[in-house]
């Protein structure tokens, strides 16, 4: 069985399907899913789907392209959704300066905001960069000084020394769809360097699909196609990859 870290169920490319696909979860060999907020609607949304489903535990936050759209009260939203059974993390909050689709020093002020709130709460965070690796390390090695924060790389996308920083600092190293794309050599370096305690998978769905649906719509059940990349890439079996990143998803989730 298979741990899927990070998903947006919520997202409207699964409005006609969306019950049935998380139904049919466990005979696609798929223990538990993570869906993870973007912003305040979809944080509600994420905490409907595991109220809803037993199988769906809910990431609530506020990603770096909407910090510009935020509300004066929505660190206490976030602080009230946390209250929820089954949200596990803050998230996926972070920088990117790929898209800049929110001014930099607000992206800056919302992740910082974000971080306090969760090293509060005592929860994990889920953290996005693109095009911001040096900026994003910096702001969490600060955040990181006198314990309390730790979390995840989600779809880590740096080099091989940087994840070994973040290691150091408490984090776990999330790999999805794009360790399976032939032209991913950062990749799949990480995927072969990374200490398997330390290892997750994701799809991010219905983004980044892996090969061989590469193109389509992503989906939990394909996170097997991730785990198989890395397991050939690391000479072990898809049963060892998929047994050590479940234990870690409910390590760092904290669940039992």
């Known amino acids: 069985m298979f ?3 990070h998903a947006h169920l919520d997202d409207e490319r699964f409005d006609e399907d969306r019950e049935i696909l998380i139904e049919s979860l466990k005979e696609n060999n798929i223990d538990l899913v993570f869906n993870i907020g973007a912003d305040i609607k979809s944080s509600k949304a994420s905490v409907q789907l595991a109220k809803k489903f037993e199988n769906i535990y809910a990431v609530v936050g506020v990603h770096p392209h909407d910090a510009k759209d935020v509300e004066e009260d929505y660190l206490d939203i976030l602080r009230e959704l ?4 089954k949200v596990v993390a803050i998230g996926e909050i972070g920088l990117d300066y790929y898209y800049d689709n929110s001014p ?5 002020k919302v992740f910082k905001e974000q971080l306090d709130l969760a090293k509060e709460l005592d929860l994990p965070v889920v953290i996005h960069t693109r ?3 040096q900026e994003t390390f910096d702001i969490l090695k600060e955040a990181a000084e006198g314990g309390k924060l730790r ?14 920083e973040y290691i150091k600092l408490g984090f776990y190293i999330s790999l999805g769809g794009p360790v399976t794309f032939k032209n991913s050599k950062v990749a799949k370096e990480v995927a072969k360097a990374i200490p398997l305690d330390r290892l997750l998978i ?6 980044l699909t892996p090969e061989p649906y590469r193109g389509k719509r992503n989906e939990p059940k394909y996170v097997k196609y991730t785990a198989e990349a890395i397991a050939e890439l690391r000479g072990i079996s898809v049963e060892e990859v998929a047994k050590a ?9 904290g669940i039992k």
């Open 131 to 133: 095009d911001a690796a």
């Open 82 to 85: 946390s209250k929820e059974e």
């Open 245 to 253: 990143t479940s234990e870690n998803a409910k390590t760092i989730f």
């Open 202 to 207: 994701e799809t991010d769905c219905p983004y």
């Open 3 to 5: 741990i899927d870290s």
């Open 104 to 108: 930099r020093d607000i992206q800056k």
């Open 151 to 164: 979390g995840i790389m989600h779809c880590y996308s740096g080099s091989v020394e940087m994840a070994m």
